[in-house]
């Protein structure tokens, strides 16, 4: 049963792991094609559980929202600041100055 395991996993096997790959047999002889793909499955699987990789769902997840620095004056802050208790924090109090600015 050989399969790539180089674009299963994307990580080159050491020479134990080549050695191992080589004794496989290409096909058992009673094997059905079903098999042979639940085979290939499980084998990729337990690979890659032996060598790492990445969880499902790791990794940082889309957002709505970007992340934005602004530099303010002392004294815009301040009344930013106290909108931001009136709205909850200051993302959201920020969001309402700018929809209700007047945009020439």
């Given at each position: 049963m050989k399969y790539n395991v180089k674009k299963s996993l994307s990580v080159p096997l050491d020479?134990?792991?080549?050695?191992?790959?080589?004794?496989?047999?290409?096909?058992?002889?009673?094997?059905?094609?079903?098999?042979?793909?639940?085979?290939?499955?499980?084998?990729?699987?337990?690979?890659?559980?032996?060598?790492?990789?990445?969880?499902?769902g790791a990794g940082r997840k889309p957002r709505a929202h970007i992340r934005t620095t602004l530099l303010l004056a002392p004294e815009v802050r301040d009344k930013?600041?106290?909108?931001?208790?009136?709205?909850?924090?200051?993302?959201?109090?920020?969001?309402?100055?700018i929809r209700h600015a007047k945009v020439a």
């Open positions: 020479e134990e792991e080549r050695r191992i790959e080589a004794a496989l047999p290409t096909k058992p002889a009673h094997a059905k094609p079903k098999q042979m793909a639940a085979i290939r499955q499980a084998a990729t699987d337990a690979l890659q559980s032996m060598r790492g990789g990445s969880r499902p930013l600041e106290r909108l931001a208790n009136l709205h909850g924090n200051m993302s959201l109090a920020a969001e309402a100055v």
